[in-house]
């Protein structure tokens, strides 16, 4: 028997990724593999309509992509064990909205392209690839916000995404290179300032917050130090900033590579205990082991 403990059948989601919590009951091990297969028969993104997650002592836990409106799931584990289930996606009934933007120099040469590992193919960090990246990282932090609360008896909410498409904003006024030598609270009055000036962003000033990453965040350690304290890490890191206020927050992508870019991804992403080399790499960890 397949059971989902966090959600019932035909509830209703605020937001576009579920996370489905729950367990494996049968008698013969051998008759079911260490993975459930999990279907959106509605979902019109073939991609990720199947997708596979690991099974870890009987429990499972698994994102499924939810189209608007009515969804219907399949759940699978080997050939015996199948259950079918449906979810309903409706956003937030609220005006007020996050907006993300990836941030390119007009100038940049780069064109947008986020720091990776020394050695790694480029076009796996490039601007394409930074907003798919986001956009996933952001549905993952509504999904977590609402199943926070449900855990603590409280109704799902969540914050609302004006879409899940992570928009480009180019900035015209400072060059890249200008740019990689400001402190963050310049950085951060700098895109506050460039939105101001853009009637398309600030068309919605009064009802939309915006979370914008940095593309031309680098990390320079040219004599290979190891540095200890974060402190030696940001004074080695260029275009850096973590700063919020107002209507506004800004982020530098240091660490993007890191992310999942797919939600197959995420698995492999949140259990990789791959060090980072600190040498090439920002750990912006936190003193948090320092791994990936």
Same mark, same amino acid.
């Given at each position: 028997?397949?059971?989902?403990?966090?959600?019932?059948? #035909?509830? @209703?989601?605020?937001?576009?990724?579920?996370?489905?919590?729950?367990?494996?009951?049968?008698?013969?091990?051998?008759?079911?593999?260490?993975?459930?297969? =999990?279907?959106?028969?509605?979902?019109?993104?073939?991609?990720?309509?199947?997708?596979?997650?690991?099974?870890?002592?009987?429990?499972?836990? =698994?994102?499924?992509?939810?189209?608007? #409106?009515?969804?219907?799931?399949?759940?699978? *584990?080997?050939?015996?064990?199948? $259950? $079918?289930?449906?979810? *309903?996606?409706?956003?937030?009934?609220? &005006?007020?909205? @996050?907006?993300?933007?990836? +941030?390119?120099?007009?100038?940049?040469?780069?064109?947008?392209?986020?720091?990776?590992?020394?050695?790694?193919?480029?076009?796996?960090?490039?601007?394409?690839?930074?907003?798919?990246?986001?956009?996933?990282?952001?549905?993952?932090?509504? !999904?977590?916000?609402?199943?926070?609360?449900?855990?603590?008896?409280?109704?799902?909410?969540?914050?609302?995404?004006?879409? &899940?498409?992570?928009?480009?904003?180019?900035?015209?006024? @400072?060059?890249?290179?200008?740019?990689?030598?400001?402190?963050?609270?310049?950085?951060?009055?700098? +895109?506050? &300032?460039?939105? +101001?000036?853009?009637?398309?962003?600030?068309?919605?000033?009064?009802?939309?917050?915006?979370?914008?990453?940095?593309?031309?965040? $680098?990390?320079?350690?040219?004599?290979?130090?190891?540095?200890?304290?974060?402190?030696?890490?940001?004074?080695? !890191?260029?275009?850096?900033?973590?700063?919020?206020?107002? $209507?506004?927050?800004?982020?530098?992508?240091?660490?993007?590579?890191?992310?999942?870019?797919?939600?197959?991804? +995420?698995?492999?992403?949140?259990?990789?205990?791959?060090?980072? &080399?600190?040498v090439h790499l920002l750990d912006d960890s936190s003193y948090r082991s320092g791994k990936t």
């Amino acid at each position: 028997m397949i059971t989902v403990d966090n959600l019932q059948d #035909g509830e @209703v989601l605020p937001h576009s990724l579920a996370l489905l919590e729950g367990s494996i009951e049968i008698e013969d091990n051998s008759a079911c593999e260490n993975e459930i297969v =999990v279907t959106n028969v509605t979902s019109e993104h073939n991609g990720n309509r199947t997708t596979t997650w690991p099974i870890s002592e009987k429990r499972f836990k =698994v994102l499924v992509h939810l189209e608007l #409106g009515h969804n219907a799931l399949l759940l699978e *584990c080997g050939s015996s064990l199948s $259950r $079918r289930m449906s979810l *309903c996606y409706e956003p937030p009934n609220t &005006d007020r909205f @996050v907006r993300l933007l990836y +941030v390119v120099c007009e100038d940049d040469p780069d064109r947008g392209r986020f720091q990776g590992p020394p050695g790694s193919d480029p076009e796996e960090f490039t601007a394409q690839k930074a907003t798919k990246r986001i956009e996933l990282g952001a549905r993952l932090v509504q !999904t977590f916000t609402a199943e926070c609360l449900a855990k603590r008896g409280l109704p799902r909410r969540t914050f609302r995404l004006q879409t &899940d498409a992570c928009q480009h904003f180019v900035l015209r006024s @400072v060059s890249v290179t200008k740019a990689r030598t400001m402190t963050e609270r310049d950085l951060w009055c700098l +895109v506050r &300032d460039e939105l +101001v000036q853009d009637p398309l962003m600030n068309s919605d000033k009064d009802r939309c917050k915006f979370v914008a990453f940095l593309s031309f965040t $680098r990390y320079r350690n040219p004599e290979a130090m190891q540095p200890v304290s974060h402190r030696a890490k940001l004074q080695l !890191t260029e275009g850096y900033a973590a700063l919020g206020g107002g $209507r506004l927050a800004v982020l530098g992508t240091g660490c993007l590579h890191t992310w999942a870019e797919d939600v197959t991804h +995420v698995v492999r992403r949140f259990t990789d205990n791959t060090r980072v &080399d600190t040498v090439h790499l920002l750990d912006d960890s936190s003193y948090r082991s320092g791994k990936t």
